[in-house]
């Protein structure tokens, strides 16, 4: 399937928060934070490519599972979520020359990317834009909301909680869809009721959420405005008149140069 051009000129924003999911061994959905998914140097429309940089998990759970999703929120709260396949790795020629000369890799203090990931879009989600004025709202309607006997989850470092639960960070959702491909939703308020269960409803721009089958397991990433980002895994819950819990049983640190060590529970 060919992106719209919309979704083309979304993926080709720089700093815009793009995020990947893949599925792990046992078929449950993972999440990471991947900067440098953009649509291909010759002008292909229906796929997407990537850097190999830091993400160790991901590349394994590719390996075992083509099957991904992918999202993408720029700054001004246009977003935009597919499925796709993956297809490989290319160590050479022009999609890694792409992304060697891109300016996020090429200012990195870190390391190169080893190869270009290749993803051929399957299906596009619409574009969607959430509303700065309702992004208070809909978190001052979360806080009001008590846990409802909901189960607590793992306690999480301060600055973690801190971060999931920041007005401005842009969370990514993962779960499994039916047909066997993960889903990434767009989540944007957050709150955290009692120990390690995060709070959060189904809004305008992320209609999908409504239709996810609970309980089920789940991933959340997360990017701040300051490219600070950790990643929590555990079960989704619903918890009534539209909301939705994530009861975090894993945190992971999703910044260099640690990406993907786990912080809680400890090896």
Not at 31 to 52: C, N
Not at 70 to 89: E, H, I, P, Q
Not at 98 to 125: F, K, T, W
Not at 137 to 153: H, V
Request: charged residues 25%; glycine residues 8%; aromatic residues 8%.
């Amino acid at each position: 399937m060919e992106l719209s051009p919309e979704a083309r000129e979304l993926f080709s924003e720089e700093m815009a928060a793009k995020f990947l999911a893949t599925v792990d061994p046992e078929g449950r959905p993972n999440v990471a934070l991947i900067v440098t998914l953009q649509p291909p140097p010759d002008g292909r429309r229906d796929r997407l490519i990537f850097g190999e940089f830091l993400m160790w998990r991901s590349k394994e759970y590719l390996a075992g599972n083509p099957h991904v999703g992918v999202a993408c929120v720029n700054t001004k709260l246009k977003m935009v979520s597919l499925t796709g396949d993956f297809r490989g790795f290319e160590r050479a020629g022009p999609y890694k020359e792409a992304i060697d000369s891109s300016p996020l890799m090429r200012y990195n203090a870190y390391s190169g990317v080893r190869s270009a990931g290749v993803i051929d879009v399957r299906e596009q989600g619409p574009l969607r834009r959430a509303s700065f004025l309702s992004i208070p709202l809909d978190l001052a309607r979360l806080k009001l909301r008590g846990r409802d006997g909901l189960p607590q989850g793992v306690r999480m470092p301060r600055l973690v909680k801190e971060k999931f639960t920041m007005l401005t960070s842009i969370k990514a959702l993962a779960v499994m869809g039916e047909d066997g491909y993960p889903r990434v939703i767009p989540v944007l308020p957050v709150v955290e009721k009692g120990t390690g269960l995060l709070i959060f409803r189904a809004a305008g721009y992320n209609p999908e959420l409504s239709e996810v089958r609970t309980p089920c397991p789940a991933a959340m990433a997360l990017v701040t405005m300051d490219a600070k980002s950790y990643k929590v895994k555990g079960e989704l819950l619903d918890a009534g008149r539209g909301c939705f819990a994530l009861r975090v049983e894993e945190v992971y640190n999703a910044m260099p140069p640690r990406v993907g060590e786990r912080i809680v529970p400890p090896e």
